[in-house]
């Protein structure tokens, strides 16, 4: 499966962007979705993900309340949408996609595929 992340930009503190995972290749619907972030110097960290069926959602704590992801109708997009964005939210963000896993995982080592990333900036 092909991963395409795009909607990411430059925003103020405080504002809200929606990102998208577009999938080609084989049925989203079957793979677990996560989504990662990485920042100028750190690590790449989970964000948030969602499973496969009647889905079940996870986030990280720096973005509970804040992020929402979920499935589009097409069943070949899922959704990241970020609220009250905080400057510490810039990063790189990723999506993935993993096959044969039961969870959610929050290890990047887990997912099979990746998407080329989306840059998102939060200014103060």
């Known amino acids: 499966v092909q991963l395409q992340a795009s909607g990411g930009g430059l925003v103020q503190a405080g504002g809200s962007l929606r990102l998208s995972c577009a999938a080609s290749?084989?049925?989203?619907?079957?793979?677990?979705v996560g989504w990662f972030r990485q920042a100028p110097g750190k690590e790449r960290e989970f964000v948030a993900g969602i499973s496969r069926g009647a889905p079940s959602t996870y986030y990280a704590d720096s973005v509970k309340g804040r992020f929402t992801v979920s499935r589009g109708k097409d069943k070949n997009t899922v959704y990241l949408q970020m609220n009250s964005l905080k400057p510490e939210d810039t990063a790189v963000y990723y999506c993935a996609a993993a096959a044969y896993v039961l969870d959610v995982p929050r290890d990047v080592g887990r997912y099979d595929y990746w998407g080329q990333g989306t840059l998102v900036t939060v200014s103060s």
């Open positions: 290749g084989r049925t989203f619907s079957t793979y677990v």
